[in-house]
């Protein structure tokens, strides 16, 4: 059978060489190879990129979403509904206590400190009485700025009229000079005509 073959295939030796320029790939398998790596840089680019995005939402997250987070803010809703129950449980008392007035108990007070209970009274009286103005210049502290400005204006505007006045004195004075001198000289002039009437 060998033989058989060998005779309508004659056997060929070929040189590593002659294989080498057989095995040589094509222009566009060459391309397809290219953009395959191309591809496969991208999809691991995408990846990495997803792999940040998802670090990087669980770093903004972590307060939320952390155990150790959440075991405290549990904790403190733990605790405040502990704290409802008990509010829940002694309701009536809390009502009855709130019903109550308190202003007809009175404090037990050590006559050591009568002294100091009348003058924190007089004090507080006093407080009482000055509350609304207190309250007034509080109210007005946002309107500061405003007031400050108008204040500046007011004292440029003084200044201008203080300025305006004083040249308006300067004025009177020399006017004031001026008619002293043509009054003088109005006399000494009537004292020349009468004298020189007198001597005709």
Same mark, same amino acid.
């Given at each position: ?34 953009? &395959? +790596?191309?591809?496969?840089?991208? !999809? ?6 997803? *792999?940040? $995005? =998802? %670090? /990087?939402? &669980? +770093?903004?997250?972590?307060?939320? !979403? ?6 405290? *803010?549990? $904790? =403190? %809703? /733990? ?122």
């Amino acid at each position: 059978m060998f033989l058989l073959l060998t005779a309508f295939f004659p056997v060929v030796f070929l040189s590593q060489e002659t294989l080498d320029l057989t095995c040589r790939k094509g222009p566009c398998f060459v391309k397809f190879s290219e953009m &395959e +790596k191309m591809a496969n840089i991208q !999809a691991e680019i995408n990846e990495k990129k997803l *792999k940040t $995005e =998802i %670090l /990087q939402l &669980e +770093k903004e997250t972590a307060d939320i !979403a952390h155990p150790f987070y959440l075991g405290k *803010k549990c $904790e =403190i %809703l /733990q605790d405040m509904n502990r704290h409802l129950e008990a509010v829940l449980k002694e309701k009536r008392a809390l009502r009855k206590r709130l019903i109550k007035p308190r202003c007809q108990e009175s404090l037990p007070i050590e006559a050591t400190f009568h002294k100091y209970v009348v003058e924190l009274l007089t004090e507080a009286v006093n407080f009482i009485e000055k509350l609304e103005t207190h309250l007034q210049t509080v109210r007005s502290i946002p309107q500061i700025p405003n007031i400050m400005k108008n204040m500046d204006t007011a004292l440029t505007k003084t200044e201008v009229l203080v300025m305006e006045l004083e040249e308006l004195a300067e004025q009177i004075l020399k006017w004031r000079e001026l008619q002293k001198e043509v009054y003088s000289d109005s006399i000494c002039n009537t004292a020349e005509l009468d004298f020189g009437l007198s001597l005709t």
